[in-house]
C-alpha cells in the first residue's frame, strides 16, 4: 500500500476526569482537553498512513492548525477522523475532525513528515552534546 489521497484513520476514547482540560491544566472545567482532542486527532492520522509505511519508518507532527469548537463532559465518547489530503515527499497534509455523541467538536489542518525513528532520534539526542 502506497501513501495516497484519501486513506483514512480512525481513533477514539471516553473523557474522563484524566483527560480533562481541568486535570491537564488547559483550562479550569472537567471537560474534554484540547490537548487531549489535539492528541486524539494527531492518534487518528498515524492510523490512516502507518499501514503504509516499512518497519523501519514513523511520522512526526509538525503542524496543527485545529479548531476546538463544542465542549464534550465526562463520560462521554469521542473520535477523531484523519483523511490524507496531500503528499509531497515525506510532508502528509490530513484533514481532522473530532466529533463527541452530540457532533462536531472540533475540525482543522494537520502535518506529518516521514521519519527514520533511529536517525532522528540521534538527531535530537545530538542538542545534549552542544
Known sequence: ???????KG????IVTEQNTAEAIGSGLVPVFGTPYMIALMENA?????????????GSVGTLLNIA???ATP??????ANAAVTAVD???ITFEVTAFDE???IGHGIHERFIIKPERFLAKAQGKLDR
Open 68 to 70: 476546538h469548537s463544542s
Open 74 to 79: 465526562i463520560g462521554m465518547k469521542v473520535w
Open 89 to 91: 515527499g515525506k510532508k
Open 1 to 7: 500500500m502506497s501513501l495516497e489521497i484519501g486513506l
Open 45 to 57: 492520522a498515524v492510523n490512516a498512513i502507518q499501514p503504509c509505511l516499512t518497519a523501519d519508518e
Open 10 to 13: 480512525r481513533a477514539e476514547t
Open 102 to 104: 452530540a457532533g462536531e
